[in-house]
């Protein structure tokens, strides 16, 4: 078994492998044409082509002689600190069960590491019980959930969280004052990519049972807005959500 960084000739390969994991990880409870529109939206050559070459994405792939069985993604983002985001850690059903996943894992956090993160975040959604499962077993700890829009279905996404240096926890929930003089709090853990830097999630409690909106991590501006297709803006240097799976209006 070879885990190694992935080339722009495993890109089929990647496809099928994501296409079979995501068909045995879901398949119960997506339709079989949502799954295949996720593969072709997300693992489309020229999004992994962008992905290949991106200094701050982390791809590797397990293969076996010629075969990949395998892959994990993750990408760099510079928040309040620097995190690694797992996007995507698929293995071939006929290929679970072997260490498959913990060995792509562990081989990732280094990478991660090297790139100086001090927190690494995985997401899955709870239908996926094994998918949670691994996260669990592998150390992370569950820190969130949210819900997402699935082929106009409501689902479960978990957010789990490590900190693979020190094992130990840190101050995700930040206050800060709107101007007109109100107390938010700023939920570090919880965002969603931007063009130009992340949007954070923001709260009137520190318990967040209440939800404000959205801070710009570009420009650290609270004037954000979205509209009803869950699209997200920054009013002041025009930063935007870039879409992320299980994205209804991505899909």
């Known amino acids: ?54 200094p701050d994405t982390e791809f590797l792939v397990a293969q076996d002689e010629d075969r990949l069985l395998g892959f994990a993604q993750s990408y760099v983002v510079e928040r309040r600190e620097t995190v690694g985001e797992i996007d995507w850690l698929h293995v071939e059903p006929d290929s679970r069960g072997i260490g498959l996943g913990d060995q792509l894992l562990e081989a990732l956090e280094r990478r991660l590491l090297e790139h100086g993160v001090s927190r690494i975040e995985g997401r899955v959604l709870a239908a ?21 829009e699935i082929g106009g279905e409501p689902f479960v996404e978990m957010l789990y969280s490590k900190f693979p240096e020190t094992g130990g926890r840190q ?60 699209r997200v803006v920054c009013n002041d240097c025009e930063n935007r959500r870039k879409p992320t799976r299980w994205d209804a209006s991505y899909l």
Do not use: K
């Not at 296409?19 to 992994?48: M, N």
């Open 128 to 148: 996926n019980e094994a998918g949670t499962d691994f996260y669990e077993n592998e150390d992370f700890e569950r820190i969130g959930e949210r819900t997402v």
């Open 171 to 230: 101050v995700l929930t930040e206050a800060a004052t709107l101007p007109d003089g109100r107390q938010v709090y700023v939920a570090l853990d919880e965002s969603v990519r931007g063009a130009d830097g992340p949007f954070y999630s923001v709260y009137l409690d520190r318990d967040r049972t209440e939800r404000y909106g959205y801070l710009c991590g570009n420009c650290d501006s609270f004037a954000v807005s979205m509209d009803t297709m869950g």
């Open 1 to 54: 078994m070879d885990i190694r960084e992935a080339r722009a000739e495993d890109i089929e390969g990647i496809r099928t492998v994501a296409h079979h994991s995501l068909a045995a990880s879901y398949g119960h409870a997506l339709e079989d044409d949502i799954i295949a529109q996720a593969v072709e939206r997300w693992y489309d050559e020229e999004t992994l082509t962008d992905d290949l070459n991106d």
